[in-house]
């Protein structure tokens, strides 16, 4: 079990930047593969990256590669997002997201989410 919390959004100018936290209230995340995905108003939510339990390897989907980059410190029990060049389709409620075994791009694989946290990118 493990009890997740997103911190970090906030209104930005388009072209700007921030970084997205994730933090285990209970448990220890280096026991999970952990994603981020986001939700636009209207739209289904979707898959943004994600990274193994080590950080060896991770991934992100065409739409943020080479903007956005996953990371973790798994000593300070933390996932981050970092967003840099943000546009305005960015904008979204994003969730963070634990799954056990290998990393994961499918929203049924992760059991335990986060409360989400809302970005806005104005334009």
């Known amino acids: 079990q493990v009890q997740l919390a997103e911190s970090g959004g906030g209104l930005v100018q388009a072209g700007g930047s921030l970084r997205l936290s994730c933090t285990a209230s209970?448990?220890?995340?280096?026991?999970?593969?952990m994603g981020w995905f986001r939700q636009a108003p209207g739209k289904e939510r979707e898959f943004v990256a994600a990274?193994?339990?080590?950080?060896?390897?991770?991934y992100h989907a065409d739409s943020v590669k080479g903007r956005f980059t996953i990371s973790r410190d798994n000593a300070k029990n933390t996932v981050y997002l970092q967003m840099n060049t943000l546009k305005p389709e960015d904008t979204a409620v994003y969730y963070c997201?634990?799954?056990?075994?290998?990393?994961?791009?499918?929203?049924?694989?992760?059991?335990?989410w986060g409360q989400g946290t809302q970005v806005t990118v104005s334009s």
């Open positions: 209970e448990g220890a995340l280096g026991n999970y593969a």
């Open positions: 997201a634990a799954k056990l075994g290998t990393t994961g791009s499918a929203e049924y694989e992760y059991s335990f």
């Open positions: 990274i193994s339990r080590s950080g060896t390897f991770t």
